[in-house]
């Protein structure tokens, strides 16, 4: 009693323990739940959790899996999260990592001829501008008229999404029934980590990515400002501060930042272009950026959760007979949870207190 007692207080002392608490017990209360859900619909419970462990750290390639899988919600989560931070909810991941997989392919194919040392750069910038250059028009938008970020990139999606499979059928298109590009060159791809899998140096970029933004937060005058705006732009202004441009710095990191998990995903898993290439990772991000509570190294444990739900659950698929719709149930839950501070309180009486509860934290 007196070691729960002495953490509490230290909770109460920290806000970034209180955080972690929290989401681990959030992480917990969905397992149980989930595995009530599992009980009810007449399968065995520990089988079920040992595959979803296994599957997602058994062994070296299911490890491989799970950070495969982890690597574009690194991306796409980062991408939600900085733009929380002044304020925004960049809802057009979705079409900024289509722009960056676009350009991405076709820079590597057009420059083939460069060396791998070169080439890989260039392709992964060109994705990265791609993506910035995307989301800076709704964020430009934002700053000058004040139309709502959300309804922009929504529809931005849509756009950009339908603009780049224009371009690839009737410009890009390699022979064959499939709307693809043609391959990479071989110099193009990212080098595998563990052998026989498709893990890269991508999940290496992402967590530099997570470094390098942490730093600019936390470190430099840009990112003061940047968290000045999103606490409240009219004191931010006051202070000397431009919000517009802040705002539209914000939508070019963040669309950037997308664009470099489609380029990741085309450098380092398809090697080509492919129509319709994304389950919705963009959308993924929004709710990795939540549950990772909008912090840089908060996204990489998120992005790292999801990955292993998603690898875990289709060994519990595969081994246990698990239907998916009971893994999508498990993540909704712990979504649920992280999200609305009120649902752990009830039950537990638990409190995060002042940080740590909201979107824009």
């Known amino acids: 009693m007196a070691l729960i ?15 972690l608490t929290y989401s681990f017990l959030a992480i917990v209360m969905a397992l149980i739940i989930g595995a009530i859900l599992i009980h009810i619909s007449g399968h065995n419970v520990w089988q079920a ?113 339908l603009a780049t499979s224009f371009l690839l059928k009737n410009y890009f298109k390699a022979d064959g029934p499939v709307d693809q590009t043609r391959m990479i060159p071989e110099s193009a791809g990212l080098k595998e980590l563990i052998p026989y899998t498709r893990l890269t140096w991508a999940i290496i970029l992402g967590v530099f990515i997570i470094f390098i933004v942490d730093y600019l937060l936390k470190n430099t005058s840009l990112g003061f400002d940047l968290q000045a705006v999103g606490y409240n732009p009219a004191a931010a202004e006051y202070a000397g501060i431009s919000a517009e441009w802040i705002l539209v710095i914000t939508m070019g990191l963040s669309g950037a930042i997308a664009g470099l998990a489609g380029s990741t995903m085309v450098l380092g898993v398809l090697h080509r272009f492919i129509t319709n290439f994304s389950p919705g990772y963009g959308f993924t991000g929004i709710a990795v950026a939540v549950l990772g509570r909008n912090k840089p190294w908060g996204v990489l444990a998120a992005a790292l959760l999801f990955g292993a739900l998603e690898a875990g659950g ?22 649920l949870f992280v999200a609305a501070p009120a649902f752990i309180q009830i039950i537990t009486r638990f409190s995060v207190g002042g940080k740590g509860a909201g979107l824009n934290e």
Not at 5 to 19: D, G, H, Q, R
Not at 154 to 159: D, E, K, L, S, T
Not at 314 to 335: C, E, H, N, R, Y
């Open 5 to 19: 007692n002495k953490l509490y207080t230290k909770m109460k002392e920290n806000s970034w323990l209180a955080n």
């Open 49 to 161: 959790y040992y595959y979803l462990f296994y599957g997602a750290f058994g062994n070296s390639y299911n490890l491989a899996q799970t950070l495969l899988k982890t690597t574009p919600l690194i991306f796409t989560g980062l991408a939600v999260a900085i733009g929380f931070q002044s304020g925004l909810f960049n809802i057009g991941g979705e079409g900024q990592l289509y722009w960056g997989a676009f350009v991405t392919a076709i820079v590597a194919i057009a420059f083939s001829a460069l060396p791998g040392v070169i080439l890989i750069p260039l392709s992964l910038v060109s994705g990265a501008l791609a993506g910035g250059l995307w989301s800076i028009i709704p964020g430009y938008l934002k700053a000058k008229t004040g139309a709502h970020e959300v309804i922009t990139t929504i529809m931005f999606n849509y756009i950009g999404i």
């Open 314 to 335: 289709m060994s519990m698929q595969l081994f246990a007979k698990i239907p998916q719709d009971l893994m999508t149930i498990v993540q909704g839950l712990v979504i």
